[in-house]
């Protein structure tokens, strides 16, 4: 009986001493530089808002938030990277939809974004944007169509990846459509828009903050977003519904994860950390100027939860429909 008791007492001790390491580890936190890794090359709409907010959780805290590109595989590699990294809150993967793709889409992932990430914070959403190189002959969604259906398997339409909120919005399109379009994946949007201006591909359905510069220098036509509403940062431009393609809708979204064991005191400090940098007006007007969507408040680590389940689920009805599979 005493040593039952005994063994309580020590295993509430150890409780309540982990409970309040914990604590203390996220009082003093971050303590040194954290690490948040980007799936994509270095320029677009994941690496831009992963900066935009780097910077400002470095002037708020003091510590520095690093910004490193580990490109390849739809951002695959850089969340299993992440995935088997210290669960100590010092690197960080800035995760996107097309995270919640890949789940159902490849075969062979070296992680399991459900039980090995463990989500903090929704940083943005964004709308997708088709856009066209200007020497192709079409101005709407359309002719877009007409122009595929005449050039059945020619018309290009590149991606940041396959997977990718954008390769998967084109596949959507072509389902939609009963078009025939050749798509062209890149390591990365940044890439991809510098082929497209370069007409090297004819269109693509780009996250909107990586192709309106280019929309608005002229480089680029737009013809429609992939939002179920108009977008204020693309004003003229119709949404895909409103172009005569029912039911079209894609919204790209970004959040931050941490490896699986990071202790909750730490999610939260991040969360509300994020949370206090949205705020900022120097994030704010950055958002504005890139077309970011900022999350709708509260934006708990619940309500990422939640989300990465939904859209997980979401897209596993689209890609079983498209029978489409990566090993």
């Given at each position: 009986?005493?040593?039952?008791?005994?063994?309580?007492?020590?295993?509430?001790?150890?409780?309540?001493?982990?409970?309040?390491?914990?604590?203390?580890?996220?009082?003093?936190?971050?303590s040194?530089?954290?690490?948040?890794?980007?799936?994509?090359?270095?320029?677009?709409?994941?690496?831009?808002?992963?900066?935009?907010?780097?910077?400002?959780?470095?002037?708020?805290?003091?510590?520095?938030?690093?910004?490193?590109?580990?490109?390849?595989?739809?951002?695959?590699i850089?969340?299993?990277?992440?995935?088997?990294?210290?669960?100590?809150?010092?690197?960080?993967?800035v995760?996107?939809?097309?995270?919640?793709?890949?789940?159902?889409?490849?075969?062979?992932?070296?992680?399991?974004?459900?039980?090995?990430?463990?989500?903090?914070?929704?940083?943005?959403?964004?709308?997708?944007?088709?856009?066209?190189?200007?020497?192709?002959?079409?101005?709407?969604?359309?002719?877009?169509?007409?122009?595929?259906?005449?050039?059945?398997?020619?018309?290009?339409?590149?991606?940041?990846?396959?997977?990718?909120?954008?390769?998967?919005?084109?596949?959507?399109?072509?389902?939609?459509t009963?078009?025939?379009?050749?798509?062209?994946?890149?390591?990365?949007?940044?890439?991809?828009?510098?082929?497209?201006?370069?007409?090297?591909?004819?269109?693509?359905?780009?996250?909107?903050?990586?192709?309106?510069?280019?929309?608005?220098?002229?480089?680029?036509k737009?013809l429609?977003?992939?939002?179920?509403?108009?977008?204020?940062?693309?004003?003229?431009?119709?949404?895909?519904?409103?172009?005569?393609?029912?039911?079209?809708e894609?919204?790209?979204?970004?959040?931050?994860?941490?490896?699986?064991?990071?202790?909750?005191?730490?999610?939260?400090?991040?969360?509300?950390?994020?949370?206090?940098?949205?705020?900022?007006?120097?994030?704010?007007?950055?958002?504005?100027?890139?077309?970011?969507?900022?999350?709708?408040?509260?934006?708990?680590?619940?309500?990422?939860?939640?989300?990465?389940?939904?859209?997980?689920?979401?897209?596993?009805?689209?890609?079983?429909?498209?029978?489409?599979?990566?090993?």
């Amino acid at each position: 009986m005493k040593k039952n008791l005994l063994t309580k007492m020590l295993t509430l001790t150890a409780g309540v001493l982990a409970s309040a390491s914990m604590a203390v580890q996220a009082a003093d936190y971050p303590s040194k530089p954290v690490n948040l890794v980007v799936g994509y090359s270095a320029g677009g709409a994941t690496d831009r808002v992963a900066r935009i907010i780097a910077r400002e959780l470095t002037s708020q805290t003091g510590q520095p938030f690093i910004v490193e590109n580990r490109p390849g595989a739809n951002s695959n590699i850089a969340a299993a990277y992440v995935a088997g990294q210290q669960p100590d809150g010092y690197t960080i993967f800035v995760g996107s939809v097309a995270n919640t793709i890949s789940r159902s889409l490849y075969s062979n992932l070296q992680y399991d974004l459900l039980k090995d990430l463990k989500p903090i914070v929704l940083l943005t959403t964004i709308s997708n944007i088709l856009v066209v190189h200007p020497d192709l002959p079409v101005n709407s969604v359309k002719e877009y169509i007409e122009y595929a259906k005449a050039n059945p398997g020619k018309l290009m339409c590149a991606s940041s990846g396959v997977g990718s909120s954008i390769h998967l919005s084109c596949e959507l399109f072509k389902m939609q459509t009963g078009t025939d379009i050749l798509h062209i994946p890149y390591k990365g949007s940044a890439p991809a828009v510098a082929d497209l201006v370069g007409g090297q591909v004819d269109s693509m359905f780009d996250n909107l903050p990586s192709a309106i510069p280019q929309v608005r220098g002229g480089k680029l036509k737009a013809l429609a977003v992939t939002a179920n509403e108009p977008v204020p940062f693309a004003p003229g431009v119709p949404t895909v519904i409103e172009s005569g393609v029912k039911g079209f809708e894609v919204s790209s979204w970004f959040g931050l994860y941490a490896p699986a064991g990071t202790p909750q005191a730490i999610i939260d400090k991040l969360n509300a950390d994020v949370n206090k940098a949205l705020t900022s007006p120097s994030v704010i007007q950055a958002y504005e100027e890139a077309g970011f969507m900022m999350p709708a408040k509260p934006n708990s680590v619940a309500d990422l939860a939640n989300k990465t389940q939904v859209e997980v689920d979401k897209w596993q009805a689209v890609i079983e429909s498209a029978n489409l599979k990566m090993d």
